[in-house]
């Protein structure tokens, strides 16, 4: 259709670094559609709204808060231990992980350190969630994309781990395994077998989702050079984790500012160099084969003793205030504790990486299609109940 | 890894030690130590001055502005509400501060400014970490530091919907966890945890009340 009132220069594009089409075959009104809040592929109630021409993403702007609890004025009227099993409720496919910091943040406010043993129990409670909360980012991301087969296989590995936390604790999600000075539980009669039995179980079936994947020509296509976003921009907006390291930055607090007792253990800081979908996924995989390398070295030599150190029944930390984190899943989980001397934070602000990257989704799908914000969403590897708190 | 280094401090009984920048503003004086109870623990760490090369430079730039102090191992900066915006860049620019963690505040209701807000850098080529930190009062606003790091968007944008603090020069300035039309600022002292728009409750959900 030659129509010379379909004019390109009507086209509003040249702030955007998009190429305008010689020949529009679209209507070249932009359109403005929500993506959610119900929407399969927001991994809960996550609200994009899309400014597209045609099918091309011109912005976007979340809308987000639909999961908000209070989560931090919560933390204002509770008290130290009472606010422990609160955490766990935030990235919920990674609560150990979200334990972990808290604990040692009120342990740094208190001045205590939990006794070695508490530590390589956290440290391999810590790594089988990373593990399982990078399985369900891989099967949920297939799927996104639509790969559906590695949902079945990474949920049917991920339900070890549960059983692990479960005969550990009593909970397969919220867990609230560990305590402030240390751990509650000590390790259940052969546990150290079946974290091994593990290792061996799950090495194989890492191999296996990679098989599925990392060669596929259609998994291949629909995420190499998709959402790319340079070292400079991902360091300038705050992004951790994954998402960073595949940009190139060799950088994970496990090793920058070791924390627990991960300055005992060998591993690796894998990296990426494109920055995009598919780096992403190269990334994670490889930290689930380190998270194997650190439980293994973890579960050899767990040292004897006590598992909690000495704290106060009524915990009391003076007045000061602290700012501790740690590598979560999903990248740099901050806790900001303003303690005034009294049993219940003054202030307690949680610095979530979900939040901070998800701000990153909008320089990601500029100039991409609508059915690549589905990727980008899936690889930045969101849990919404984070991002809301 | 210089942030970590426990430095074992002799404890000498220091009142209103909290805020650093108090004692020279004198007004929270009176307020700050009827707050923590005095029997509770008396033998707790207090910060001490931080010296460091960056903490003298800075110190001979701009004199009794800035205060800068170690506690528990970590460094922070008390910086006189005017200065933020110059400091915060040459930490940046020329302190390599390439990474601003979180951007935060803490209300303090019984001060004459209420407000003390917190930026938590951190330095990739140094690995080391610093807060820094201003009062403001209530009403007053603040210089953004979206032009410095893109990512105080979200995170300024976060304190103005917990706190109501204003940020000067932010390109879209609105409440983020909130919705729009939402009165009041959760994360105030004064906010009861109970407390809710209701007005807000009944017009958008057509409920009684959300509790």
Redesign the interface.
């Known amino acids: 259709m030659k129509d010379s009132t379909h004019d390109a220069s009507n086209r509003t594009l040249s702030n955007l670094d998009l190429e305008t089409p010689e020949k529009p075959y679209l209507d070249s009104n932009e359109l403005i559609i929500n993506m959610g809040p119900q929407h399969p592929a927001t991994h809960g109630v996550l609200r994009v709204i899309l400014k597209l021409d045609g099918e091309k993403v011109l912005g976007t702007e979340c809308v ?2 639909y999961l ?1 609890r ?1 989560v ?3 933390a ?2 509770r008290t130290y231990t009472m606010f422990n099993p609160y955490v766990d409720r935030m990235d919920y496919v990674a609560a150990v992980s979200n334990g972990l910091g808290y604990c040692e943040a009120v342990e ?2 208190m ?1 205590v350190e939990a006794p070695a043993r508490a530590k390589y129990i956290r440290v391999i409670l810590t790594e089988l969630n990373r593990i399982a909360s990078h399985q369900l980012w891989l099967g949920t991301h297939a799927l996104d994309i639509g790969a559906m087969t590695p949902l079945f296989y990474t949920f049917r590995d991920r339900e070890e781990i549960l059983k692990i936390f479960e005969k550990y604790c009593g909970a397969r999600l919220t867990t609230h395994a560990f305590r402030i000075g240390g751990c509650q539980y000590e390790t259940y009669a052969g546990f150290e077998k079946e974290v091994k039995n593990f290792l061996t179980f799950v090495a194989p079936k890492i191999d296996e989702y990679e098989e599925l994947l990392t060669t596929n020509r259609i998994w291949i296509e629909r995420t190499r050079n998709v959402g790319v976003i340079s070292a400079a ?1 991902a ?5 951790t984790g994954p998402v960073l390291r595949a940009s190139g ?1 060799k ?1 994970d607090l496990r090793k ?2 070791p924390y627990a007792a991960y300055s005992e253990f060998d591993f690796d800081i894998p990296t990426g160099t494109n920055g995009d979908t598919y780096d992403r996924y190269l990334v994670r995989m490889a930290e689930m084969r380190q998270s194997l390398r650190i439980i293994e070295q973890a579960v050899n030599r767990i040292p004897e003793g006590p598992i909690m150190a000495k704290v106060p029944k009524i915990i ?1 930390p ?6 501790h ?1 740690i590598e979560a899943p999903k990248g ?1 989980l ?1 806790y ?1 504790i ?1 303690s ?3 049993t219940q934070p ?2 307690l ?1 949680v ?1 979530p990486p979900s ?2 990257n998800l ?1 990153a989704l909008d320089i990601m799908v500029r100039g991409l299609l609508v059915a690549d914000v589905v990727a980008v969403i899936g690889t930045i590897d969101i849990v919404l109940g984070e991002v ?2 | ?1 210089a942030e ?1 280094v426990k430095t074992p401090v002799p404890p000498p009984p220091l009142e209103g ?2 805020k650093p920048a108090a004692e020279e503003r004198a007004a929270p004086a009176s307020a700050e130590p009827a ?3 005095a029997p ?2 008396p033998a ?2 207090v ?1 001490v001055p931080w010296t460091s090369p960056l903490v003298e430079k800075y110190k001979g730039q701009y004199g009794s502005g800035i205060d800068a102090q170690t ?2 191992g ?1 460094n922070y900066f008390a910086v006189d509400r005017s200065l933020i915006p110059n400091i915060l860049r040459l930490l940046r620019d020329e302190e390599q501060f ?5 951007i ?1 505040a ?2 303090y209701p019984q001060r004459e400014k209420q407000f003390d807000v ?1 930026w ?1 850098l951190y330095s ?1 080529p140094r ?1 080391q ?1 610093v ?1 820094v930190k201003t009062q403001i009062a209530d009403g007053a606003s603040i210089s953004s530091s979206v032009s410095i ?3 105080a ?3 300024e944008r976060e304190v103005y919907d ?1 706190f109501g603090i204003q940020f000067d020069g932010h390109p879209d300035l609105k ?5 729009d039309g939402w009165k009041g600022h ?2 105030r002292k004064d ?1 009861g ?1 109970l407390q809710q728009d209701n007005e807000w409750v009944q017009i958008n959900l057509g409920i009684e009340s959300g509790q």
């Open positions: 987000i808060g908000h209070g931090e004025k919560i204002e009227n740094k406010l001045n921009d360091i300038g907006l705050g992004v930055v950088w920058a500012q009391k003076p007045v000061g205030e602290i700012y984190s740099e901050g900001f303003v005034d001397g009294s003054y202030r602000r610095r939040f901070v701000q809301d708190r | 890894m970590e030690e909290k707050k923590p109870a509770a623990k707790g760490p910060p506690y528990l970590q390439d990474y601003c963690v979180d935060t803490v209300h917190v938590i990739f690995n970490r807060r790091w893109a990512t968007n979200w995170l917990m409440r983020i966890l909130l919705p959760p994360l906010y945890i």
